[in-house]
């Protein structure tokens, strides 16, 4: 890790044990994923090893799922009726009124699947995510492979410079998501009305997901350098330590 990449490690790690002290034991949690989402699976795993918690968690990955497992935590799989207490996950952005943009790591299908089976989205971050408009970072598509070319052409009328995500480790082939569908990053550049464009791209055949989430979030944890603050939709932020519960 680079130095300079050190301090926002920090703060993830600030806003996964936050998160942690709202926690209950009988609770059935949803886990997010990417670095941040992989903090909290990390404490959550601790104190659930260390016998001081007993709750079940629905994984949003299989990366998140893995991590669970290595640690101990209770995992349990979909099923009718099934209602998650809370989820905690992470954002590539946030604005004030807890829209988000996710999905940089891929998992933006399954994430918003279980944001919408749970009581309670709680998302975590550092304060880089934290925007006063949203768009600096891509939008993300999850893609059925067939409607590729036809999902790119669509994007492309909407202004928003579509482009296939490649795989990390083989830049030759395209990245999968946990389905197997293809991942598209969308460049509108800031986004001013996001419910608007949500609609235009859930009309789009063969778009399975897109990566704005509105209206899902309940609080959002974000950590600056000397304070750790509470967002709410239409609440003035707080201080985390104001908390001792969810908020
Ligand atoms: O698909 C990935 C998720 O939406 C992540 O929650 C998001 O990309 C943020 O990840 P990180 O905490 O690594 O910045």
Request: net charge negative; glycine share 8%.
């Amino acid at each position: 890790m680079n130095a300079a990449d050190q301090p926002q490690l920090l703060q993830k790690q600030r806003a996964a044990a936050q998160a942690l002290r709202w926690v209950r034991s009988g609770m059935r949690i949803g886990l997010g994923t990417g670095s941040t989402a992989a903090e909290f699976i990390t404490l959550l795993g601790q104190v659930v090893q260390a016998g001081e918690l007993r709750i079940e968690a629905v994984a949003t990955s299989l990366a998140s799922e893995n991590l669970a497992r290595q640690l101990g935590i209770p995992l349990l799989q979909p099923r009718r009726g099934l209602r998650l207490d809370l989820t905690i996950d992470g954002a590539d952005e946030l604005d004030d009124r807890l829209q988000l943009i996710k999905g940089g790591g891929g998992a933006l299908l399954r994430e918003k699947i279980v944001a919408t089976a749970s009581d309670y989205l709680l998302i975590i971050a550092d304060a880089s995510k934290h925007v006063t408009q949203l768009g600096r970072f891509p939008l993300p598509l999850e893609v059925v492979p067939f409607a590729l070319p036809w999902v790119l052409d669509a994007v492309a009328n909407l202004g928003g410079n579509p482009e296939l995500r490649l795989d990390k480790t083989n830049p030759t082939e395209p990245a999968r998501s946990d389905q197997g569908n293809l991942l598209v990053d969308c460049h509108f550049g800031q986004l001013p009305n996001p419910p608007e464009l949500a609609q235009q791209l859930q009309q789009i055949p063969g778009v399975v997901e897109h990566g704005l989430f509105l209206n899902l979030t309940r609080a959002a944890i974000v950590v600056q350098a000397d304070t750790t603050l509470v967002l709410r939709p239409g609440a003035a932020p707080a201080s985390a330590a104001d908390f001792t519960d969810l908020p």
